[in-house]
């Protein structure tokens, strides 16, 4: 009976030690983890700010050419009402 509680907390403790073992590699692998979730969101940032740039771009240029356009059809409707 003896022997058996002496194996048993062997194996007890040869099984907490195994299981910290795995949490530390764990962890390392959480960190790398982390670091890789930063990457990914400065990644994930730098092409929301690069694609924020080109709808600005291209909304800028439409509302010139649309401007331009219509001060040009004004310009033509108050030639047209100045001709006799």
Do not use: W, Y
Request: proline share 1%; with cysteine; aromatic share 2%.
């Amino acid at each position: 009976m003896k022997l058996l509680g002496r194996i048993f907390c062997a194996v007890l403790l040869l099984a907490g030690i195994s299981s910290i073992g795995l949490a530390q590699s764990d962890t390392a692998a959480s960190d790398q983890s982390a670091k890789q979730d930063m990457k990914d969101a400065g990644h994930s940032t730098k092409r929301a700010a690069k694609k924020t740039g080109h709808k600005i771009k291209r909304g800028t240029k439409r509302a010139t050419n649309k401007a331009a356009r219509k001060t040009e059809h004004g310009a033509q409707k108050v030639e047209d009402k100045t001709q006799p």
